[in-house]
Structure formats: structure tokens, C-alpha cells
């Protein structure tokens, strides 16, 4: 029997032969130190396929301090929860900005659980991330300094904590709850309820002060009785729904809430309340399922995959410069209007 030849693993030595160029080349081109041109490169990228050459990334981070890992937390409850598609959107943001600068993305969910984000953030400590994006659970991350201990940069999305100098990616919560109840204002409503997921973290704080600002720029006196909050699911969006048919007050209704939205029309289209002649509805967040339903939903759009862009360009400033200050920075929604209102 005749004993196979052993192949030795590709070598960094062996693509700079394939492609002609030097070591050292290969390495730019592999770590992204410096620039190198569209041609050469290339030549590299072909050689490095073609010989199934993987760069030991263990060496290169012990090397550099670098990983080139960045990761990410989000806070998705269950896999049905409709905050799936939002944050989903927001990652391909983040993910497609990190590849074009040479970074690989590591996704984690908190289930909007403290001690899960804890656990995740204490396993990125262990994988020698570059940098860390937050979707947070709570507001109070006083502790993440002595959990951290600045060996990274961390950038918040979506929701702002207290207690922690960080760079905010967020959207215009404030101004697009104001523009959903200002335009139902100038509908003609005066009595607009406004149905939220449970009040505290800053995201349905700020939708509910912009709904409050709206009323008083038009002078229309706050009630609040036309506050309704509840836990964020179909089933509570349905139960809400019912209570302001039941209270006969309300014309209008801003939901801040996007699986809330989905439980209060499954409500109207069972009892056959007609939407927007007998109650007119503006949603929070717009998906393919708000064009296509009857009558097509009135939405505010977050700026989702804009919003895990800047976030990635933060943080790689971040890595970059270190001394940098913290920044907050507010992507504008729109208001996408439709036939509910």
C-alpha cells in the first residue's frame, strides 16, 4: 500500500509566491494596514482562495491587540417578536459597514433579559472584541466600567441608559410620535389615545412626550385616561384596542408599538369596526405586512438600516481614536401615510 503524500497547510509564503508580490503585501492586504492597490489585491484575494489559505486569526490578534470581532447585542424576547425584523434591519446596517473595513460581526440576544446581557458581555470580554453595540435592557449601566474596564468602546443603539458617558445611536422618537399625532390632528381628532408597551426605557418615554406635545401646540388639553400601557404583545395591543371602544371616547389612536399596532387591528377587523371612519390608527415602525393590509396602515419609519450604519462607523472611530468624546446621535423618522388615517 502506498502511503498517501501528507500536504502541508498554505502558508502566508506560498500566496505571496502564487500572487508575486511580497509577505509583507499579503499582510496588508490580509489586515488591512495599509494601502494596497485594487490590482494587487485582488491577485492576493484569487491566490488565497485558490490554495484555501485562512489567516490564523489567533496569531494575528496576539500580533496587533486586534481582533477584528465587533459584537453586538440585541433585545428580541421571543421568535416571534415582530422587534425581530427591526433589529435584523439594524444589524445589516452594522454588518454591512463592518465588512467593507475588514471587521466580522458576533450576534447575541438578551432576550430583554439583564442577567443574559451580562453573561454576554462578560463572553466578549473572553473573544477579545474590538468594540461592543448595545441595544440595552434597562437604563442603569453604572456597572459596566468595572465589568468593561475600557479594554473596548461601547455604542448604544436605539435606547439611551443612564448612568454611563457613551456614544448614542438612536432615532427621533420624540418627533415622529409628534408628527403621528399632529397629522391626526389635522385629520380633524381631538380625542387620541395613545396605547404604548410598558413606559421606562427611553425609546416609548420620548414617543410619549412627543404625543404630549402635539396636543399642546394644537391646545388640546392632555387626558389621561387615553393613556394605555401594557406589556408589548398581540394579545395586550387586543385588550387595549377593546378598552377604548368600550370607553366610546377616542376617534383616534397612536400606537408606539409595532406588534401592539398588529394586536389592535386583529381587535377592529374581528368586531368589523371600520378603520379609519370608525376609529383611524397611525403605527410605530413600517413593515411590508402595514402596505398590504385594508386599509393600509399609517406608520412612522424608523431609519433602521441607517441607524446600524452610523453605529458601525462610531465604532470604528472609536477603535481608531480612543480619546475621542462621547457623541449622541438623532436619525430623523418619516411618516409614511397611508389609508388608516
Same mark, same amino acid.
Given at each position: ?79 416571534? /417578536? ?39 458581555? $462578560?463572553?466578549?470580554?473572553? $473573544? ?38 457613551? /456614544? ?44 404630549? $406635545?402635539?396636543?399642546? /401646540? ?29 370607553? $366610546? ?36 415602525? /413600517? ?55
Amino acid at each position: 500500500m502506498v502511503a498517501r503524500e501528507k500536504r502541508n497547510k498554505p502558508s502566508i509564503k506560498d500566496v505571496a509566491a502564487m500572487s508575486g508580490v511580497s509577505t509583507a503585501t499579503v499582510s496588508h492586504v490580509i489586515n488591512g494596514t495599509r494601502y494596497v492597490s485594487e490590482e494587487v489585491s485582488l491577485k492576493v484575494k484569487e491566490a488565497m482562495k485558490e490554495l484555501n489559505y485562512v489567516p490564523n486569526r489567533i496569531a494575528r490578534t496576539l500580533r496587533s491587540h486586534q481582533s477584528h470581532l465587533i459584537g453586538l447585542i440585541i433585545p428580541v424576547k421571543e421568535a416571534t /417578536d415582530t422587534a425581530n425584523a427591526f433589529f435584523m434591519i439594524v444589524a445589516q446596517g452594522i454588518e454591512e459597514t463592518l465588512t467593507r473595513n475588514g471587521y466580522k460581526l458576533i450576534l447575541c440576544n438578551s432576550h430583554e433579559n439583564p442577567e443574559k446581557e451580562k453573561e454576554h458581555l $462578560q463572553m466578549f470580554n473572553a $473573544q477579545l472584541v474590538d468594540g461592543l453595540i448595545l441595544a440595552p435592557t434597562g437604563n442603569d449601566y453604572s456597572y459596566l466600567d468595572d465589568l468593561l474596564k475600557k479594554q473596548y468602546p461601547i455604542v448604544f443603539i436605539d435606547r439611551k441608559p443612564q448612568n454611563y458617558q457613551g /456614544d448614542y445611536i438612536l432615532s427621533n422618537n420624540f418627533q415622529g410620535a409628534y408628527d403621528a399625532t399632529k397629522h391626526l390632528i389635522e385629520k380633524g381628532h381631538k380625542h387620541i389615545g395613545f396605547m404604548s408597551g410598558e413606559l421606562g426605557l427611553t425609546t416609548s418615554n420620548e414617543r410619549l412626550k412627543g404625543y404630549k $406635545q402635539a396636543l399642546v /401646540d394644537s391646545n388640546i388639553a392632555f387626558n389621561e385616561s387615553y393613556i394605555k400601557e401594557d406589556g408589548a404583545s398581540l394579545e395586550n395591543g387586543y385588550k387595549l384596542a377593546k378598552e377604548f371602544i368600550e370607553q $366610546q371616547e377616542v376617534s383616534a389612536i397612536f400606537i408606539a408599538n409595532n406588534i401592539m399596532t398588529m394586536g389592535a387591528i386583529s381587535y377592529f377587523q374581528e368586531q368589523y369596526i371600520k378603520i379609519p371612519a370608525e376609529i383611524a390608527i397611525v403605527g410605530f415602525d /413600517d413593515y411590508e405586512w402595514a402596505k398590504i393590509i385594508n386599509p393600509p396602515l399609517t406608520t412612522v419609519k424608523q431609519p433602521a438600516f441607517e441607524l446600524g450604519q452610523k453605529a458601525a462607523e462610531v465604532i470604528l472611530e472609536r477603535i481608531r481614536n480612543k480619546e475621542l468624546e462621547p457623541e449622541e446621535y438623532i436619525l430623523d423618522t418619516s411618516l409614511i401615510i397611508r389609508k388608516s388615517s
